[in-house]
């Protein structure tokens, strides 16, 4: 079992960043995988972002060039840089972990809230 619990998230201008950070209760070094999803108001939980223990990472092609996926595993954390942030990018972001390339893990945090508005 792994607690996630992510923060980070809130108001931002079109063009703007945050950085979204998730912490996790326990050593993350095991996973296969560190992802990021996110989930719009009326859409389903699409995958934006993941992160592989050899540090191979995927992205959603919405973001590409846009954020950055990273984790620290020394500190148990994983990270979203998110540049030139759009109002479509307006989602609850969530933390996962144990999943793969494809599909997501069974350990989510509770979400963060995601408003690129002007």
């Known amino acids: 079992q792994v607690q996630l619990v992510e923060s980070g998230g809130g108001l931002v201008l079109p063009g703007g960043s945050l950085r979204l950070s998730c912490a996790a209760s326990?050593?993350?070094?095991?996973?296969?995988?560190m992802g990021w999803y996110r989930q719009a108001p009326g859409k389903e939980r699409e995958l934006v972002a993941v992160?592989?223990?050899?540090?191979?990472?995927k992205y959603a092609d919405s973001v590409k060039g846009r954020f950055t996926i990273s984790t620290d595993n020394s500190k148990n954390m994983a990270y979203l840089q998110m540049n030139s942030l759009k109002p479509e990018d307006t989602a609850i972001y969530y933390c996962?972990?144990?999943?793969?390339?494809?599909?997501?893990?069974?350990?989510w945090g509770q979400g963060t809230q995601v408003t690129v508005s002007s």
């Open positions: 992160i592989t223990w050899g540090r191979v990472t």
């Open positions: 326990r050593s993350i070094f095991n996973f296969n995988a």
């Open positions: 996962n972990a144990g999943g793969g390339f494809t599909t997501a893990g069974p350990y």
